[in-house]
């Protein structure tokens, strides 16, 4: 596929927790930007601007100025409209993630296990 043309997805992966999504983000047409630390996501948005960013999101009551891994990337993104973000949690930290919704932009989040269709189907519409 012409990179000039392709949509850039990254994926930020601190967890390792769920299956390799990278096949269907590329059947969709991405092209697709792989980093395991928030900080290096962050370092690659300097370079390149993605279409979409998926994350995954962990809380740590042992935070102690922040409810998750993900502040710093989305505050980054936020001024940014134009890149879609999408966050994979645990059901088990609906709670946290409502915090952080509160401060930040997300403009989807599915629970782990994500469902695939539902993945693809959000992803189609935002390749679109």
Same mark, same amino acid.
């Given at each position: 596929?012409?990179?000039?043309?392709?949509?850039?997805?990254? +994926?930020?992966? $601190?967890?390792?927790?769920?299956?390799?999504?990278?096949?269907? #983000?590329?059947?969709?047409? #991405?092209?697709?930007?792989?980093?395991?630390?928030?900080?290096?996501?962050?370092?690659?948005?300097?370079? $390149?601007?993605?279409?979409?960013?998926?994350? !995954?999101? #962990?809380?740590?009551? !042992?935070?102690?100025?922040?409810? +998750?891994?993900?502040? +710093?990337?989305?505050?980054?993104?936020? +001024?940014?409209?134009?890149?879609?973000?999408?966050?994979? #949690?645990?059901?088990?930290?609906?709670?946290?993630?409502?915090?952080?919704?509160?401060?930040?932009?997300? !403009?989807?989040?599915?629970?782990?296990?994500? !469902?695939?269709?539902?993945?693809?189907?959000?992803?189609?519409?935002?390749?679109?």
């Amino acid at each position: 596929m012409d990179t000039v043309t392709a949509s850039t997805l990254l +994926s930020v992966i $601190e967890l390792l927790g769920y299956p390799n999504l990278r096949p269907l #983000y590329e059947r969709l047409g #991405y092209r697709v930007q792989t980093e395991f630390a928030v900080r290096r996501a962050i370092s690659s948005l300097r370079r $390149e601007k993605p279409t979409v960013i998926v994350a !995954d999101f #962990y809380f740590q009551p !042992d935070f102690r100025d922040r409810v +998750s891994n993900l502040e +710093s990337l989305l505050a980054s993104v936020q +001024s940014n409209k134009e890149v879609k973000v999408l966050v994979l #949690y645990e059901a088990a930290h609906q709670h946290a993630l409502d915090r952080l919704r509160q401060r930040f932009r997300i !403009d989807a989040a599915l629970t782990l296990p994500a !469902d695939e269709a539902r993945l693809e189907a959000m992803l189609a519409e935002w390749r679109a």
